[in-house]
């Protein structure tokens, strides 16, 4: 089955940008979902189809994609910015498929 | 848009459990649904979705031929039946509304619902 591959930790100090891989075979033939999720409160989607922001996202927010490597972008992090980050394909034949998630600290 | 869900709890191996969703805010038949558990300490996995008229259903291999996932549209809520519980089914479940049609992203997520499977 295909698998994402997401570093398990990130820091960054306050003010930096941390950037969030999401490694997958030939990951830029699908659209690439993002979750953010803090401790104890249900997943929320902050980057959709790659690099569109919902309603609400801040700017500093951004998602990419390079090689077989998707990329979320936070500038100028914040504490708020702390949380578990998961990265989200759909393969053909309905399948869903989530990243290992990656905890960013802000330190 | 609202989520709010509720069952779960504590069930034995090879016991039942059955999951709500109740939704508001938008308009539940035209939406798809899903859900999606996390074990304690995890990362998320996809379980199951459902079509807006609830004709078309999908489930990850981990729960197929064990859960059902159906949906009541004149009570806007969602369902997930647990049969054969197995301990590693021991996970907080979420409910979440798709964007739009099946492959698209989830939207929105109810709060979760831990089951725990222990004898």
């Known amino acids: 089955s295909y698998v994402l591959t997401q570093p398990p930790s990130v820091s960054v100090a306050p003010g930096e940008t941390a950037r969030i891989t999401c490694g997958g075979d030939?990951?830029?033939?699908?659209?690439v979902h993002w979750y953010l999720q803090k401790p104890g409160q249900a997943p929320v989607l902050v980057i959709s189809?790659?690099?569109d922001r919902p309603s609400g996202i801040p700017e500093r927010i951004s998602g990419s994609t390079s090689g077989n490597t998707a990329i979320l972008t936070i500038r100028g992090a914040e504490a708020e910015n702390e949380a578990d980050y998961y990265c989200q394909v759909f393969k053909s034949s309905f399948e869903v498929v989530f990243g290992g998630g990656t905890k960013l600290t802000v330190l | 848009v609202q989520l709010l869900q509720s069952g779960g709890g504590l069930a034995q191996p090879g016991g039942s459990l059955t999951l709500s969703c109740e939704a508001s805010?938008?308009?539940?038949?035209?939406?798809?649904m899903t859900w999606v558990r996390q074990a304690p300490g995890q990362g998320l996995e996809w379980v199951s979705t459902?079509?807006?008229?609830?004709?078309?259903?999908f489930y990850a291999d981990s729960v197929k031929g064990r859960f059902v996932v159906s949906r009541d549209n004149s009570q806007n809520t969602l369902f997930l039946q647990m049969n054969s519980l197995e301990t590693e089914d021991t996970a907080t479940y979420y409910c979440a509304k798709i964007e739009t049609t099946i492959l698209t992203p989830f939207h929105f997520w109810g709060q979760g619902t831990l089951t725990t499977v222990a004898s």
């Open positions: 805010g938008f308009a539940f038949e035209n939406y798809p």
């Open positions: 459902i079509s807006g008229s609830g004709s078309n259903v």
């Open positions: 189809y790659d690099n």
């Open positions: 030939e990951i830029g033939d699908h659209h």
